[in-house]
C-alpha cells in the first residue's frame, strides 16, 4: 500500500501538467487519500489554463477524466463549465452505449458505469441553478443504459442513481 501510495506522488511530481493533465485528474478525486489528492489539485493548478484544458477535455472525449477532478473540487469559474459539461454528460452517454454494443460475455456486472454515473451527477449537482438545465442530458444518459447488447444485461447499480436523480429534477 505504501508503495502505490508513493507511486501516485511520484506520478503526480513528474507530470508535465502543459501537456498531460488528464493523466493526472484521477488522483484530484476524492477517493483518495487526502494528501494525494492536495498534491494532484496543487499540480494541475500549476497549470495557467488548467480550468480551460478540463473545458476542452469535457467537449473532446475526454470527460471521464474531467469529471473526476470536477465532482470533487472546486473551479474558480463555474460559468466556463455550463455548456461543456452537458457535452461531457452526453459523451459518457455515448461512451456507455458503445460499451454496451460492444459488451462480451464478461463484460455486464452490477457496479459497471457506477463511477462514471457518479462523477457525472456529482458535477451537474454542483452547477445546478446556474442557467443551464442538464435534465436531458441525463436523462441522455439514464436512456444509454437501455442500449441493447448481445449478451444478457444485468441490473446495472447505476439505473437507481439515475432514475433518483431525474425523479428529483423532474
Known amino acids: 500500500q505504501a508503495r502505490y501510495h508513493q507511486g501516485f506522488l511520484d506520478e503526480i511530481a513528474n507530470c508535465d501538467v502543459t501537456k498531460g493533465m488528464a493523466n493526472i485528474l484521477v488522483f484530484t478525486d476524492s477517493n483518495h487519500?487526502?494528501?494525494?489528492?492536495?498534491?494532484?489539485?496543487?499540480?494541475?493548478?500549476?497549470?495557467?489554463?488548467?480550468?480551460?484544458?478540463?473545458?476542452?477535455?469535457?467537449?473532446?472525449?475526454?470527460a471521464a477524466e474531467a469529471f473526476n477532478f470536477l465532482a470533487s473540487n472546486e473551479v474558480d469559474d463555474k460559468s466556463l463549465f455550463l455548456e461543456p459539461v452537458n457535452k461531457g454528460v452526453l459523451s459518457i452517454a455515448e461512451?456507455?452505449?458503445?460499451?454496451?454494443?460492444?459488451?462480451?460475455?464478461?463484460?455486464?456486472?452490477?457496479?459497471?458505469?457506477?463511477?462514471?454515473?457518479?462523477?457525472?451527477?456529482?458535477?451537474?449537482?454542483?452547477?445546478?441553478?446556474?442557467?443551464?438545465?442538464?435534465?436531458?442530458?441525463v436523462r441522455e444518459l439514464r436512456a444509454a443504459l437501455d442500449e441493447p447488447s448481445s449478451v444478457e444485461k444485468?441490473?446495472?447499480?447505476?439505473?437507481?442513481?439515475?432514475?433518483?436523480?431525474?425523479k428529483k429534477h423532474q
Open 154 to 166: 444485468v441490473k446495472l447499480n447505476c439505473t437507481s442513481l439515475l432514475d433518483t436523480w431525474l
Open 95 to 137: 461512451w456507455i452505449r458503445r460499451e454496451i454494443r460492444n459488451a462480451s460475455y464478461t463484460a455486464f456486472y452490477p457496479d459497471w458505469f457506477v463511477w462514471e454515473v457518479d462523477r457525472c451527477l456529482r458535477t451537474v449537482d454542483k452547477l445546478e441553478g446556474l442557467g443551464k438545465g442538464y435534465v436531458p442530458a
Open 33 to 62: 487519500d487526502e494528501d494525494v489528492r492536495a498534491a494532484a489539485v496543487a499540480k494541475v493548478k500549476t497549470n495557467p489554463q488548467w480550468q480551460q484544458e478540463l473545458v476542452r477535455l469535457l467537449e473532446n472525449k475526454g
